[in-house]
């Protein structure tokens, strides 16, 4: 007679199996082999409210592996998240139960996973959130985070970076479950890898458990030990059987194949339906919850509200005895309750943005108590030392200060951030130069389908980056961000947003919108170098509020308007000079346009752009990247940009090689502007 447990966790396998199978996609192997590990840890160790999945005390749990959906699903059927008929539905159009499954807290889906080693790192972030949470509202906030990754997520380079740094915190909050069941899409374990990984995360003080897997008791054992772990991270290293219960046509196993990993089982050389009956179900009915399941989780969670019910018992005895904490955990949770008072931040002109950055980070670093900033061993150089001075970094078991030091690990600290930002409660923030933005792609893009308000923070935004040469200059990273920006999520809004500011004044508005940014994650791109002034700081002080319209006039020269310049960066400071030049000796009209999101600009009513950009004059645009940076404002043809790498030189020789310098500007656009009939000059002589 099967326990209760197996029953449950083979009632898992069944519709995961039949969920591939209806919808001829999908990987079943895993989800049958992980099963028991998912069902242990959902109905005795993970704590939630089940009338309120969004509590913000709930245990966390995320999925790494997003192929193995569909064991997820199934669980998660068993607590009356989904439906049979949306199971029935796994893979199709309007369906809840996607491919790889998308953060829905209510559905207790707390990431969307895919990219092989980013969910497991969001762990980490939920992790740290959890302990920064802890260290100062105490045991109302204390949960656990739990990740669930596969042999494939421990292969990602990104898994090296999470280990280290958990490891190195000591979060003792975080248990990880390694599924290791030795089998991969295309080949065993064995012919890519023969690292000991028990060891590696032992040397990175890890506590490291390893089990049968597909043992109840084992993992029942092994969950126990883990939270019952102080001081470090715990890593329970299952050894599961791919395909657990999987037979053919004649009974005979066909556990531990390849081919179950990424098929239906009927294509895979196993039997579906005979699979289903050796594994108690109705291969004609398969999406069933067997009688004894269904009365067994009934209790379940009964007993899971129970438990919460009396937790935040206890919570609102806390909030009587200690209001104005609790007031202000309520606000760590609601971003619109963030107050800053931005009229307190004194800029000063022909500054870096780099540099205005780190003013208003020193000014946040005391004003906004829930704001955590890391650094990619970059702090002096980004300027993030302006906050760090004001608070102290995560150290082993210490998260009573806001900063976190990643080390030169790019990809993993924007993990990590994002981790943050999907637990709640805290402001993530993280800093490194703009052309490792590339070793943070995936990350971004995760965080922008998943709507997550992270804040990434880049400096050294072009070529001026100078004697460090081309491998440190970005040229068509802007380009990429502003692609990401045109894409838009599924609520229909622009998934991401990208803003370049010109000036200091410009860069804490850029800031002020993105505190503010509750509902996507937000890029802020800063120069090193000194930006000479645009205009007054007085008229600066007003234009820059137009920020939040994404662009906007900031120089208007001469009567009526015969040219319009546009850009964004340092390279509206360049323009205004262009502009009195053009003036001067040519007495033209010109209007000097910055941009610094194009996103937010065409976010604006029609009248408005048309306004700012009008459409039936002359415009040039320059940007220190790609050309096509800006195609979406000007004709590629009339703007100026780089079409190559850049070279090791002084950021003023660059400048002028690369016709940056406004006099240079000025000899790009006159044969132009002779063209257009807006000139008449002998260009010869």
Not at 191 to 200: H, I, L, Q, S, W
Request: glycine share 8%; proline share 4%.
């Amino acid at each position: 007679m099967k326990n209760i447990n197996t029953q449950a966790a083979d009632n898992i396998r069944i519709l995961a199996a039949a969920m591939v199978e209806k919808a001829k996609s999908g990987h079943p192997g895993g989800a049958m082999g992980g099963a028991d590990f998912i069902e242990i840890l959902y109905s005795e160790f993970l704590n939630f409210d089940p009338k309120d999945p969004s509590w913000h005390a709930r245990d966390r749990f995320f999925l790494d592996p997003g192929h193995m959906s569909a064991m997820l699903y199934g669980q998660l059927s068993l607590l009356n998240c989904f439906s049979m008929e949306e199971l029935k539905q796994f893979r199709q159009w309007g369906s809840p139960t996607s491919g790889h499954p998308e953060v829905d807290v209510h559905r207790m889906i707390e990431n969307t996973s895919g990219p092989l080693g980013q969910g497991h790192v969001f762990a980490v972030g939920s992790a740290i959130s959890e302990r920064f949470l802890q260290s100062r509202f105490g045991k109302t906030v204390e949960h656990k985070t739990y990740a669930y990754i596969s042999d494939g997520g421990i292969q990602e380079e990104i898994s090296q970076g999470a280990g280290r740094i958990a490891g190195h915190l000591g979060l003792s909050n975080l248990i990880m479950f390694y599924d290791a069941n030795d089998i991969q899409l295309s080949t065993t374990v064995e012919e890519v890898t023969t690292e000991d990984t028990a060891k590696k995360y032992e040397a990175w003080h890890w506590n490291v458990i390893t089990i049968d897997g597909n043992d109840p008791e084992a993992i029942r054992s092994a969950l126990k030990a883990a939270n019952s772990e102080k001081e470090r991270p715990t890593l329970i290293i299952g050894k599961t059987v791919m395909g657990k219960g999987a037979i053919d046509q004649e009974g005979q196993s066909f556990e531990g194949k390849c081919s179950t990993h990424g098929q239906p089982l009927s294509n895979s050389g196993a039997s579906f339906s005979e699979t289903i009956k050796k594994l108690g179900g109705n291969p004609e009915d398969p999406f069933q919850i067997f009688d004894e399941v269904k009365a067994h989780y009934a209790e379940v969670i009964k007993k899971k509200q129970a438990a919460a019910d009396e937790r935040k018992a206890q919570e609102e005895g806390w909030s009587k005895m200690y209001p104005e904490l609790a007031n202000k955990l309520v606000s760590f949770y609601d971003r619109k309750n963030t107050v800053v008072d931005w009229s307190n931040i004194t800029q000063t002109e022909g500054v870096a943005t780099r540099a205005a950055s780190g003013k208003v980070l020193a000014h946040l670093a005391t004003r906004v108590e829930n704001m955590i900033v890391a650094s990619a061993d970059l702090a002096d150089s980004d300027k993030t030392e302006a906050f760090l001075k004001k608070t102290t970094a995560f150290k082993k078991n210490d998260f009573k200060g806001a900063f976190l030091q990643a080390g030169v690990s790019e990809l993993t600290m924007a993990a990590i951030a994002v981790g943050m930002g999907l637990h709640g409660g805290v402001i993530p923030v993280c800093a490194t130069f703009f052309v490792f933005s590339d070793y943070m792609k995936p990350v971004i893009r995760i965080a922008s389908l998943m709507q997550t308000p992270v804040i990434f923070m880049w400096t050294h935004d072009s070529f001026r980056v100078g004697e460090d040469g081309p491998t440190h200059q970005p040229i068509e990273q802007e380009a990429q961000l502003r692609l990401l920006e045109q894409l838009k999520n599924h609520h229909g809004q622009r998934s991401f947003l990208a803003l370049r500011p010109a000036d200091a004044y410009e860069t804490t508005n850029a800031w002020k919108l993105a505190v503010e940014s509750a509902d996507r994650p937000v890029g802020l791109i800063f120069s090193r170098q000194n930006i000479p002034a645009i205009a007054s700081e007085e008229q600066r002080l007003k234009d820059a509020e137009f920020l939040n319209k994404g662009g906007y006039s900031v120089l208007e020269l001469g009567g009526s308007t015969d040219v319009q310049l546009i850009a964004n960066g340092s390279e509206v400071s360049t323009l205004s000079s262009v502009a009195v030049l053009l003036n001067k000796n040519y007495g033209l009209g010109i209007k000097v346009i910055s941009v610094p999101s194009e996103g937010l600009f065409r976010d604006q009513d029609k009248e408005y752009q048309e306004e700012v950009l009008d459409k039936n004059i002359p415009t040039f645009g320059l940007t220190a990247g790609l050309p096509v940076t800006l195609a979406g404002l000007v004709d590629i043809n009339n703007i100026h940009g780089l079409t190559h790498f850049g070279y090791s030189a002084p950021a003023a020789t660059l400048d002028h090689e690369f016709g940056y310098t406004p006099d240079r500007v000025v000899e790009w656009l006159l044969p132009q502007l002779q063209n257009e009939g807006i000139v008449e000059m002998d260009l010869s002589k």
